[in-house]
């Protein structure tokens, strides 16, 4: 079983709906959780982070985490066709320890 | 410049040649990486480098072979490469003791081995 699943899509949607992106993990240990965003030909750039269990927003984007269902989602509210790209989860444990990342989850927005 | 910059953007090599990805932050940083990032794959931590002493080597063939000179350059040495090293190489940074998980990455070298 991998450390972290990510679906890999495509996921395709018109401008306007609500995305919900999503990954599972195994390590119970976990406690810090990244959102990354890789727009194509670029590098992964940080887009949300939380620690522990709870929600956080900020303006389109909210991310969850679910620690007891080992469950974590990014939303984005009134997606544009700028926010078409690869959407990255990452996590580690607490201290100086590796991320651990998902395989990423490609979306398309469609104008 | 600002942020984390890779050099070349693109590499096309032999299997034979020898060539080096470079990679420099402008971000005040005392940790850097190297990842590989193929198609269909997590991206995979090849070497970490804290206060210019690496930390980790994550299982990675000789044919790589990086170099930390000082905290805001770092190199990947490459020589003999296979077709299956063929792959996007990121070069990223971040300030350990401070939000040591928030890492900042750069463009990547799109590397291609014939």
């Known amino acids: 079983q991998k450390e972290v699943e990510q679906d890999p899509g495509p996921l395709s949607v018109p401008e306007g709906a609500i995305v919900s992106l999503n990954c599972t993990y195994s390590?119970?240990?976990?406690?810090?959780f990244m959102w990354y965003r890789q727009y194509s030909r670029k590098g992964p750039e940080l887009l949300m982070y939380?620690?522990?269990?709870g929600n956080k927003e900020d303006g389109r984007f909210t991310a969850q985490v679910d620690k007891s269902s080992k469950y974590i989602s990014l939303f984005i509210r009134d997606s544009q066709p700028s926010d078409s790209a690869t959407y990255l989860c990452?996590?580690?444990?607490?201290?100086?320890?590796?991320?651990?990342f998902g395989t990423g989850t490609r979306l398309l927005v469609s104008p | 410049e600002t942020g984390v910059t890779q050099t070349p953007r693109h590499l096309v090599m032999g299997m034979t040649n020898k060539k080096s990805l470079k990679c420099e932050q402008h971000?005040?940083?005392?940790?850097m990486y190297w990842y590989k990032q193929s198609a269909k794959k997590p991206l995979e931590l090849m070497f970490v480098?804290?206060?210019?002493?690496?930390?980790e080597n994550n299982s990675v063939p000789s044919r790589f072979s990086p170099e930390c000179p000082n905290s805001s350059h770092l190199f990947l040495h490459l020589h003999t490469l296979q077709p299956e090293d063929s792959a996007l190489y990121l070069c990223?940074?971040?300030?350990?003791?401070?939000?040591?998980?928030?890492?900042?990455f750069g463009s990547g070298t799109q590397l291609s081995v014939l």
């Open positions: 939380t620690y522990s269990s």
């Open positions: 990452a996590m580690r444990n607490t201290g100086f320890q590796k991320l651990v």
């Open positions: 990223a940074s971040s300030q350990e003791g401070g939000d040591g998980e928030k890492l900042f």
């Open positions: 480098y804290s206060l210019e002493e690496r930390v």
């Open positions: 390590n119970s240990a976990f406690q810090y």
């Open positions: 971000l005040g940083h005392n940790a």
